[in-house]
């Protein structure tokens, strides 16, 4: 039976349940990595979207264990199943849909209904399963970069008069919102500013349980500015990490700063005993930098979309 999200105890199964099932597909990203729930109901749900799990997200369960939940990655118009893989069936593909479609559309402009859910390129069932519903897949996936953390990475060092280490102290909050507001919205002045004047949308992500200030990392340009910035979520009961955000700020782009910054994550992972990390990307621009640093693994992450 499903039900809504409820209590703070339902957040914490969740992320038990995305750890067992990350496991279970031999750390393949056929499901979420703990580290983009954490994500999600901190930015893309709490800061973009103004929504809680409580409002958004919905439980599966048998004799009280989790074996399936749904939930968008920040507001309603999209859907993510997230399932055990030893619990899968046709029924169940079907009954999270059809609640996803009850629950999670967009409204349009004309006043219809609209959602996207997503799928792994190999999963037929599911594929299926939409084809017949009548959705249709977009051309815009998500391209899943995995690098596994085995052998020595070699530094890449950024353009000269660039450094990289971790967010500092104080102040510095400020700039890296005001660069996140650039780097994010095509060198606008504006949004940057936005972004800087209230620091709340990122203490809220900070306030993440795998937010680490060691692995917030920026690249200083020479004049002190921050010229880019990643931010990596380590999870040490899989050992694995994730990136999320990557971003130049476009004055500072082409200089090597995002490779420079990734290796470092990397290397800095290493030494934490990480064996795996990855990173999503949409744009051309982004994949070319992932493919650059995490190798040719790589999976996708397709959309679906229909409207009535």
Not at 20 to 47: E, G, K, M, P
Not at 180 to 197: M, P, Q, T, W, Y
Not at 210 to 235: K, Q
Request: proline share 6%; hydrophobic share 40%.
């Amino acid at each position: 039976m499903f039900r809504s999200y409820q209590i703070e105890d339902d957040f914490w199964r969740m992320r038990a349940f995305l750890r067992q099932v990350f496991l279970l597909n031999d750390r393949r990203a056929r499901s979420w990595h703990v580290a983009r729930l954490d994500y999600a109901r901190w930015h893309t749900c709490l800061n973009c979207a103004g929504v809680g799990l409580e409002d958004v997200a919905y439980l599966w369960e048998t004799d009280g264990e989790l074996i399936a939940m749904l939930m968008p990655d920040g507001g309603r118009g999209e859907a993510h199943l997230l399932v055990h893989p030893e619990r899968r069936t046709l029924a169940l593909e079907e009954e999270m849909l059809t609640v996803a479609e009850e629950r999670l559309p967009a409204i349009t402009p004309e006043n219809g209904k609209r959602l996207c859910v997503w799928s792994p390129a190999a999963d037929g069932l599911r594929q299926d399963v939409l084809t017949r519903r009548g959705y249709a897949k977009a051309d815009w996936p998500e391209h899943q970069w995995r690098r596994e953390l085995a052998d020595p990475i070699a530094p890449a060092p950024p353009a000269p008069g660039y450094t990289i280490r971790a967010l500092g102290d104080g102040l510095e909050l400020l700039e890296r919102c005001y660069a996140s507001g650039l780097g994010f919205h095509e060198g606008d002045i504006k949004i940057a500013v936005e972004n800087r004047d209230d620091p709340t949308w990122y203490l809220n992500i900070q306030t993440a349980p795998l937010y680490r200030r060691d692995l917030d990392l920026v690249a200083i340009a020479p004049d002190g500015a921050i010229a880019a910035f990643c931010t990596i979520w380590f999870d040490d009961v899989t050992r694995s990490a994730y990136f999320e955000p990557v971003a130049t700020v476009p004055a500072h782009q082409r200089r090597g700063l995002g490779k420079a910054l990734m290796t470092e994550g990397l290397r800095r992972l290493q030494r934490m005993g990480a064996t795996l990390a990855f990173v999503g990307g949409y744009s051309p621009a982004a994949n070319a930098l992932y493919h650059s640093v995490m190798g040719d693994d790589c999976e996708l992450y397709e959309p679906w979309t229909r409207e009535w």
